[in-house]
């Protein structure tokens, strides 16, 4: 790992300290108290910034003047103008007892969210964020109120993660609408949501969501200190973060959870995890992430038990087919021939007949072809998507094979395996990098080759940690509690208690068994 | 030690892509053989014939070729060396492929081998690690083993399996067994008891399996009939599913056919007062009722108990035969000494170099054989033809 570390060193080199200098002036320097200075400042700051307005209007039979300064389109202009123009410009009770500031905050203003500010820099980011800042002549006070315009998309459901049966909802890009859709379903004052602000440029807001009783402190704790800790100058997708807070800087298995589904992060803040939500990304992540979850998927606890058991089973055989069947096929064709039965080495001896290549590089040469196809499928606009499915199946998988060019065989083997690495989406990246390796070691060693890389995948994971939780729970170390939601799912009112690796001990109860009593039952 | 990492990691990149091809071997890049045939030449010399297949025309469904059906769809190379492996290595010269042992179905054994003494031609296919011990193993008679193997079967277009299937066919004819490469080993390697080899001859189209060879050692010593196969089947307590041909219990001119649902056999050792051993063999039968030619109603007690009794004759005499066919040519294969091995060690230490010429030959065996008939088919009775 030094070396990595070395290499990291040497190729991510990070200048910060002048940036942080000047970070730290701005943000100690006061609103000044007259209005023209202030404006002056501002406009400096807004410099060719065409979208920044500036509303000044009088206030009272003092004539107090005032200055409203605002992002246009980002602010919702009938808000803005209702709530807090109208009031202020209509106001003739002069009450001279208390000053102009707390006249506005108690008695004019009519927006539900305003806030104090003191620091220059503070307004200048409340205003960057959509809020309209009110700067009042002579005090060094200025208001923040909220009447940032709602966005453009509305709750609908996400193209990533489709479910039949249960919640259809998904995040958005905005921010609020993301945690409300977590406070609709858990309406709890336990349920906490910290805001930080993230990324020098961007000052992405970011909230760090967990039930306070039900994560383990420690690991709360860890996710705001990795947090904290993250110094970079923009932070324009979740994925970003996701880089920063690993566990291991390289790591090649996904670590943190990804969802775009309210109802599955909600499950997850339940089970004692930590969300992180970023303004701007759909995406919300989960930590500590486990092997296990990229089994788990929200229908197999809605539905039926023994379905959903299956389905569990199902996908770990896909994993399982997705990286080793391509290695597998290419181990027995070029070494162990002796394994076969031997109909199957008849059928597959005929379609290997005159193919010019070995095995392994007609293996290779597929998957690459299918990874282009997928890549390409990606990728392209839709519209044209359609061609490139008709180019992959026809001309390339079809034509091969009648060419001899490929033996059919291999167009089963890589179409199948592509198919089931689809399956496990959190893992499918990683299932194509396995899949050539693996192919790789099966070309050189044979069945040998596969056991050796086998051995090294395992002893990877098993090594592996997630904020302190083992990445293999509940199989290694083995926590049978805890197999009650592995490759088996038991009903949900057999599912007593949150996970032992990751809830809180003191917070464990989940359930108090099926509430229907055996008299219940008779009846 | 830094310095040293890209050079081990070039060693290890290295290591998977040039050696790439050590031991390889592509299924594309070997010649699959279906059936081997060991013959004896009158100078002692092997000659060991090879079919090998061409898997395009052999694949069931015809694959792409479509109408290719009478291409022919396999070739069988032999050639004569001293030894059973230069033989076959010396049919490279001929064949373009290596040829690989494993996928073969069954080796064929010349008469002459056997009765010269298998040992020798069958070390190589022990010795070697390509070869699988499930192959059966079959003992040509009448013709040499190549002639089977050059045998083109209408039905099947891999001669080879096609004599494999003919051969675990004996299950249900119970007039031959089905012995495995790895068996014949077992058989030649253990005390007080004998290899029995089924024969295979060539009839008009098509091969057939019937009847056994029975060694002593690994020589040929004599010749079961399928009776004789069947008796000794029931003896040694292989499961059959076979029928048997029994006399009407009314009349005896007419025939009756059991078929066998269930057999046990149990063999037990005793001891006469000299000290001799005396052997008894408890066999247990299930039985239905599959044909009848007569139609006598089948539901009377009396009828049925008298049709038993015929059986376990007709099972008793067939064991019988086959233990005095094989006493007489002094072969175990019943594993009598095996079993006196297995009670009385000393006993078999003092006496088994003797064992099969002096002893075997004249001892006892008792023979009891209980039928139960458990069911009459779907008709009670046949059909009263008006």
Partial sequence: MSMLDKFSKKFFVKSKKNDQEQNQENIEEKIPKALADVKQRLKQEFELCDDFSIREIEFGKQKAKLAIMFIEGFTDKHVLSQNVIEPIIQYCDDNKEITVVEQLEKNVISASDIAKLSSLQESIDAILDGNAVLYIDGSEKAFKVGVRAPEKRAVEQPDTEVSIKGPREGFTENLKTNTILLRRKIKNTRFKIEEIKLGEQTKTNVVICYIQGVAKDEIIDEVRKRLSKIKTDAILATGYIEQYIQDDKFSVFPMVGNSEKPDKVAAKLLEGRVAIIADGTPTVLTVPFLFVETIQVPEDYFGEYYFGTFSRLLRLLALFIAIYLPAGYVALTMFHQKIIPFNLMITMAAARQGIPFSSFLEALFMIIVFEILREAGIRMPRAIGQAVSIVGAIVLGDAAVSAGIASAPIVIITALSGICSFINPPLMKINTILRIVYLIAANALGILGITILTIVVFTYLCNKRVFGVPYLTPFSPLTTEDLKDSFIVVPIWAMLSRPKAIANDNNRVRTKGKSLSKEDEDL | ?386
Avoid at chain 2, 166 to 177: A, E, M, P, V, W
Avoid at chain 2, 294 to 313: A, H
């Fill in chain 2, 1 to 386: 030690v830094i310095k040293k990492i890209p050079l081990s990691l070039l060693t290890i990149v290295m290591l998977f892509i040039l050696t790439g091809c050590f031991g390889a071997k592509d299924l594309r890049e070997v010649s699959i053989s279906t059936a081997f045939a060991i013959d004896r030449e009158q100078d002692g010399r092997y000659t060991v014939s090879v079919q090998i297949i061409k898997p395009s025309a052999a694949q069931a469904s015809g694959g792409k070729g479509g109408g290719g059906g009478d291409e022919k769809s396999f070739l069988v190379v032999s050639n004569t060396e001293d030894t059973v492996f230069a033989a076959l290595r010396g049919m490279l010269d001929r064949v373009k492929d290596k040829i690989f042992y494993s996928s073969a179905q069954v080796i064929v054994i010349g008469e002459g081998v056997a009765k010269a003494g298998v040992g020798d031609a069958i070390d190589f296919l022990l010795r070697d690690h390509e070869t699988q011990y499930r192959t059966l193993v079959a003992v040509a008679k009448g013709v040499t083993a190549k002639e089977i193997i050059e045998q083109k079967f209408e039905l099947s277009k891999v001669p080879g399996a096609y004599i494999q299937g003919t051969i675990k066919n004996s299950i249900s004819t119970g007039f031959t067994q089905e012995v495995m490469l790895l068996e014949v080993a077992r058989e030649l390697a253990t005390q007080g008891r004998d290899l029995c080899l089924p024969t295979i001859t060539k009839s008009g189209d098509t091969t057939k399996t019937a009847g056994s060879v029975v060694f002593l050692e690994d020589k040929q010593v004599g010749l079961l009939d399928n009776y004789e196969v069947r008796g000794f089947l029931f003896a040694t307590g292989e499961k059959l599913n076979t029928i048997i041909e029994v006399e009407s219990p009314t009349d005896a001119k007419k025939k009756m056919n059991i078929e066998i649902h269930q057999n046990t056999a149990k063999k037990k050792l005793e001891w006469t007062e000299e000290g001799k051993p005396v052997f008894s063999i408890d066999i247990k039968v299930k039985a239905n009722i599959s044909e009848q030619s007569d139609s006598t109603d089948m539901e009377e007690d009396e009828f049925i108990k008298k049709l038993e009794q015929n059986c376990n004759k007709k099972i008793k005499d067939d064991i019988m035969a086959s233990i005095k066919k094989c006493q007489s040519c002094n072969s175990d294969i019943f594993g009598f000494g095996a079993k006196v091995f297995d009670k009385n060690p000393n006993y078999w230490k003092d006496t088994k170099e003797k064992w099969n010429n002096e002893i075997y030959p004249n001892i006892d065996v008792k023979v009891d054989v209980d039928t139960k008939i458990l069911r009459t088919g779907l008709v009670k009775k046949s059909l009263n033809i008006q």
